[in-house]
């Protein structure tokens, strides 16, 4: 039985003493604005962090364990990808969502309002644009705003699009986006704010901080 993930992992890191550094989890996507002002980029995950599908199927778990039983089965990590993802994206463009916080549609709001920017990096791929925005829609999540690049191709190949603020990195490491991202968008920030369901996502946007020399609270 795959175990449903609702709960949220957060990185806290003082780079004044690098050392310093927890992760710990906790179930209120609340804790965003007690850590953000208006020098901070705010970014967050979608899957297990904002929304989940309303069954299994279809959800990040279920992707995984997919793949999983794919290569069991005699299929490559590679082949077992690309046989699930045309899957998963049918799936995503007709099931409908939840919240996995009720109190991320103001959280996110209230966040726009005085961050320097909030944003979404996302393992989905660019052919969820649509299915996405009507999903976020439904739970009344906006990452849009006057400032976000729309339709903007961070990839030679076409593989990572943004749109109203939110990158489809099609499973590509967020911390090298992040890199990308920034060197395409004049950004005045301090601090980043980042929330994400996987330890693996926080650990590479807080190398990149670490090397901006910015402060990153996940």
């Known amino acids: 039985m795959l175990k449903k ?10 780079y004044q003493t ?8 906790t179930t209120n996507v609340n804790d965003m604005i007690q850590h953000s ?33 794919r290569v069991n089965a005699g299929e490559s990590s590679k082949q077992a990808c690309a046989n699930t993802i045309p899957i998963y ?20 709001k209230e966040l726009k ?5 909030v944003i979404s990096l996302t393992a ?27 339709m903007q191709l961070l990839e030679n190949d076409g593989s990572i699009i943004t749109h109203n603020n939110i990158s489809y ?6 911390g090298v986006y992040l890199t990308k991202y920034l060197e395409l968008n004049s950004l005045d920030f301090d601090k980043v704010v980042f929330i994400d ?17 910015t402060t990153f609270i996940g």
């Not at 309002?113 to 920017?117: E, G, H, L, V």
């Not at 989905?124 to 906006?142: C, F, H, M, P």
């Open 5 to 14: 993930l609702s709960w949220l992992l957060l990185s806290v890191v003082c």
């Open 18 to 25: 690098p050392l310093n550094a927890v992760i710990y989890e």
């Open 37 to 69: 002002d208006e020098r901070t980029l705010v970014i967050c995950d979608l899957d297990n962090t904002l929304i989940e599908p309303r069954q299994l199927i279809g959800s990040d778990q279920w992707f995984c364990y997919e793949i999983q039983r």
């Open 89 to 108: 994206n049918t799936i995503q463009k007709i099931t409908q969502v939840n919240l996995i916080d009720n109190q991320a549609p103001e959280v996110i």
């Open 113 to 117: 309002k005085y961050s320097a920017r």
């Open 124 to 150: 989905r791929n660019y052919e969820l644009i649509a299915a996405t925005q009507r999903q976020l829609k439904s739970v009344g999540i906006d990452f849009n705003s006057q400032e976000a690049p729309q």
């Open 169 to 174: 990195l099609n499973g590509q490491n967020k």
């Open 197 to 213: 369901d996987k330890r693996k996502n926080l650990e590479a946007v807080e190398s990149v901080v670490e090397i901006l020399g």
